[in-house]
Structure formats: structure tokens, C-alpha cells
């Protein structure tokens, strides 16, 4: 479709406020900061993070669906290389099930988004701890792989010339369980929430492992987007408050833990 548009379906068309403008000079986006009665928001948050390193500035942006949250958030996100901050961006709409999001969803999206993001532009982890991470992971969800299944990846891995961590491996494979709704994904939760204080904890090494990669390549400190939480469906839970109350305000302490649990 080409800008500016000259009837009215193509105008409708052009506005569908279901998607964000990733591009920052697409010429659909219009600045209302005036409007919202606010300073820039992208500016505004990217001044919150540079005054607030190196402690971890955490910030609720809320509004509702197609106000333009994304849109500000993926501006924020070209934004912050410009302050030396390093971006992590996780949609949780593209990598979770909406339909039944969980506390626990989010923060192993997290993790996932994380290791695989520093992958894609060829920061390398601590070898260690990446071991150390895998087998907590493998030991505590019981993820078992036969000798089969690894000869065959490593022969893929062989043939496109990649090597996904296994660490990696096991991430995909638990989001990509909670996503698909596989009878797996209550006895993954069970089991990440019997053991939530260390889960945090070894998220935590991993976010902390990942400030230092990123501050080794010229950049300040790291910062984390979780965007489309919006999206989550609303219903009401047997125990009278509704999926949003749950998420918000009844694991609120769980979601701002990153990077404010220890590991002892």
C-alpha cells in the first residue's frame, strides 16, 4: 500500500490498530504526546533507565488495546542503542498462549528471549554457567532426550553449520509446550513453582551473566521488554478474581523479582 493513502477503505485499512509501527519513519505515525497529556513517552522511559542504572528500573506501561503502546514500546526499543543500553524484546503474544498466561509463562520467556537474542547477535555466555542452568533445567522439569533425538540434532546441527545450546534447546521446548496447551504444561508449572525461589534465583545468574556480555561490548546495562500482556484473555478464576487480578497484583512480587532475588 502506498503513503499517503487517498480513500477512505485504504484509510481504514491503513489504521488497523492491531498492529504496531515497528518502522520509526513509517509516515502513519503520528506523536500524541500532547494529546495524552505527557512527555514523550519513549524519551521519557529511556531517561528513567539511564538515571536509574545501575539498579533495574521497572515500569507498568498500561492503556487500552490499539492506543499505541506498541508502537511507543518498539520506539523505546530503537531508542535505548542510542543511550548504550542493549535491548531484550520479548512479544509474549508471538511465544506464549494468551489464552492462559501464568506468571510463570512470562518469566521463562524471559529466559528464553534472553539466551537466544545475545545468541543472535553472537554475545557467548559463560560456558559454565549455561551447563549449570541446562542441567538444573533437565534435572528439575525431567526433560529426557534419547540418544537418537541427539545424534540427529547434532547432524542438523552439523549441516546448517549451527549450534543451538542445549540450555536454548530446553527453553523452546517449555514455551513451545505452554503455547501449544500440551498436557505437559501444568506439570511444568507445578514443578517450576515448588521450586520458584531457586527458578528466580537461576534466572537471575542468567540476566546478570547477560549485563556483563553485553557492558563487555561497549554497551551500559541491559534492558528488558515484555510487550502484549494486554492481549491476555479476561476471565474469572475458581477462586472469584479474574486472570488479570492473578497476573498484576497477585504475582506482581513474582514478576518484579528478576534481578531482586539471590540465589541463597
Not at 504496531?20 to 524519551?43: H, M, Q, S
Request: charged share 30%; aromatic share 8%.
Amino acid at each position: 500500500m502506498q503513503y499517503p493513502v487517498s480513500t477512505v477503505d485504504d484509510a481504514y485499512k491503513a489504521c488497523n490498530p492491531e498492529q504496531p509501527l515497528k518502522n520509526l519513519d513509517d509516515p502513519r505515525y503520528v506523536d500524541l504526546t500532547e494529546v495524552r497529556g505527557i512527555k514523550n513517552f519513549a524519551r521519557t522511559i529511556a531517561k528513567r533507565i539511564v538515571r536509574s542504572a545501575p539498579d533495574f528500573h521497572q515500569q507498568l506501561v498500561t492503556g487500552h488495546r490499539g492506543c499505541g503502546k506498541s508502537t511507543e514500546l518498539y520506539r523505546l526499543k530503537a531508542q535505548c542503542p542510542s543511550e548504550k543500553f542493549f535491548t531484550i524484546y520479548l512479544d509474549v503474544e508471538e511465544m506464549l498462549d494468551l489464552g492462559e498466561v501464568n506468571y510463570l509463562d512470562i518469566l521463562l520467556g524471559i529466559a528464553r528471549a534472553t539466551e537466544e537474542q545475545l545468541r543472535d547477535n553472537r554475545f557467548t555466555l559463560n560456558q559454565q554457567l549455561l551447563e549449570e542452568l541446562s542441567n538444573w533445567f533437565a534435572e528439575k522439569v525431567l526433560i529426557q532426550e534419547t540418544k537418537d533425538n541427539r545424534e540427529s540434532r547434532a547432524k542438523a546441527e552439523a549441516k546448517i553449520g549451527t549450534k543451538i545450546p542445549l540450555l536454548g534447546e530446553l527453553f523452546a521446548k517449555f514455551t513451545g509446550e505452554i503455547r501449544s496447551g500440551s498436557s505437559r504444561r501444568e506439570e511444568l508449572r507445578t514443578t517450576l513453582e515448588k521450586e520458584l525461589r531457586v527458578f528466580i534465583a537461576h534466572l537471575n545468574r542468567l540476566i546478570e551473566a547477560a549485563r556483563l556480555q553485553v557492558q563487555q561490548h561497549d554497551f551500559k546495562d541491559l534492558v528488558i521488554i515484555v510487550d502484549g500482556l494486554e492481549k491476555m484473555h479476561y476471565r474469572e478464576l475458581p477462586d472469584g478474581q479474574s486472570t488479570h487480578a492473578a497476573l498484576f497484583v497477585h504475582h506482581a512480587e513474582q514478576l518484579k523479582a528478576p534481578t531482586s532475588m539471590p540465589l541463597s
